[in-house]
């Protein structure tokens, strides 16, 4: 195993030491992540006159491309397009090959993306008070998907049950495409997804979204209440992506990647490429992403631990 972990290294650095920056994307090509590396890679480029490399490394829910960064060169040249998944993993999973906390050095905190709470458009549930009380009614009798046990979805649809004091049956699917196409077909009553992806079936009239998870409303979606308004007081659970660097990188070029990398995020193409799609950009302080990953750690320990969800 230490023999192919050091390929793989090999294989990952050696391109990099002699283009410019590689961003591991620890994720499949086409989504979101990989969307906003190569929009960002397209900002470096111009901006650090250096050439930027995408690598798709997806796996193990995100932990194969976070070891080949974590155990990469700490100087600049290879990034970590991390998500929430950073910040679960540590509960998740009984062991992981890195320590989240000092294996990476924050750089820049890119997005914030909430969930929806959808329903099917045919289904009786008007409000997320109706769906409370139905679930209420019969503990257990309804169902949700989500794109596998241990995700952000499904973790936030937890989260969800804890605050409202229901149980509702989870039915975990192998991704999050399967798991939409259930609620399309009405084998499931609800599923918990990301404005990217759902806004387009409530604008088509086939889903309807009870809430959404963020503390405020969506622009994009502004008919929309949070739960928090719907009678869960001060709830949030809302997705992330962003830039992390080797543990041990040099101050002076976390700053240098946190100032090039903010500029791309705040520019006017990231903005037109991004909002419309309901993802909100934070482009933050290396300090205060630090601090967030921290925190996230801790909020997601309770969702883990109530959804039984484990991984050896």
Same mark, same amino acid.
């Given at each position: 195993m230490r023999a192919v972990i050091a390929l793989l290294l090999l294989l990952v650095a050696m391109p990099v030491r002699a283009q410019g920056i590689a961003i591991v994307v620890p994720f499949p090509p086409g989504g979101l992540a990989d969307v906003m590396?190569?929009?960002?890679?397209?900002?470096?480029?111009?901006?650090? *006159?250096?050439? $930027?490399?995408?690598?798709?490394?997806?796996?193990? =829910? *995100?932990? $194969?491309?976070?070891?080949?960064?974590?155990?990469?060169p700490p100087d600049g040249s290879v990034l970590l397009l991390g998500n929430t998944n950073l910040a679960v993993n540590p509960s998740l999973y009984r062991s992981l090959p890195y320590e989240t906390l000092t294996a990476f050095a924050p750089i820049i905190q890119a997005v914030a993306v909430p969930n929806f709470i959808l329903v099917h458009a045919g289904t009786p549930y008007r409000s997320l008070a109706e769906f409370v009380a139905a679930?209420?009614?019969? +503990? %257990?009798?309804?169902?949700?998907?989500?794109? %596998?046990?241990?995700?952000?979805?499904?973790?936030?649809? $937890?989260?969800?049950?804890?605050? #409202?004091?229901?149980e509702v049956t989870h039915v975990p699917y192998n991704g999050a495409a399967p798991a939409l196409q259930a609620l399309l077909a009405q084998q499931v009553e609800a599923?918990?997804?990301? +404005?990217?992806?759902?806004?387009?079936?409530?604008?088509?009239?086939?889903?309807? #979204?009870l809430g959404i998870t963020s503390n405020e409303r969506l622009p994009q979606a502004p008919e929309v209440p949070t739960l928090a308004e719907q009678g869960l007081p001060g709830?949030?659970? $809302? %997705?992330?992506?962003?830039?992390?660097?080797?543990?041990?990188? +040099?101050?002076p070029v976390i700053a240098r990647l946190h100032a090039a990398i903010q500029a791309a995020m705040t520019a006017p193409a990231m903005r037109e490429k991004l909002e +419309?799609? =309901?993802?909100?950009?934070?482009? =933050?302080?290396?300090?205060?992403?630090a601090a967030f990953l921290r925190a996230d750690i801790d909020r997601w320990r309770e969702a883990v631990r109530a959804s039984g969800a484990s991984v050896e």
């Open positions: 590396a190569r929009l960002v890679g397209e900002q470096l480029r111009e901006r650090l *006159g250096q050439p $930027v490399v995408i690598d798709n490394r997806p796996g193990a =829910g *995100g932990i $194969v491309g976070a070891r080949l960064v974590a155990q990469a679930a209420r009614a019969r +503990p %257990g009798a309804l169902n949700y998907s989500s794109a %596998g046990n241990g995700t952000f979805p499904h973790l936030a649809f $937890v989260l969800f049950m804890l605050k #409202a004091g229901i599923l918990s997804n990301d +404005p990217p992806t759902a806004l387009p079936h409530m604008r088509s009239g086939a889903l309807r #979204a709830f949030a659970a $809302v %997705g992330w992506q962003g830039f992390l660097a080797p543990g041990g990188t +040099p101050a +419309p799609q =309901g993802v909100r950009i934070v482009a =933050g302080s290396t300090a205060d992403f």
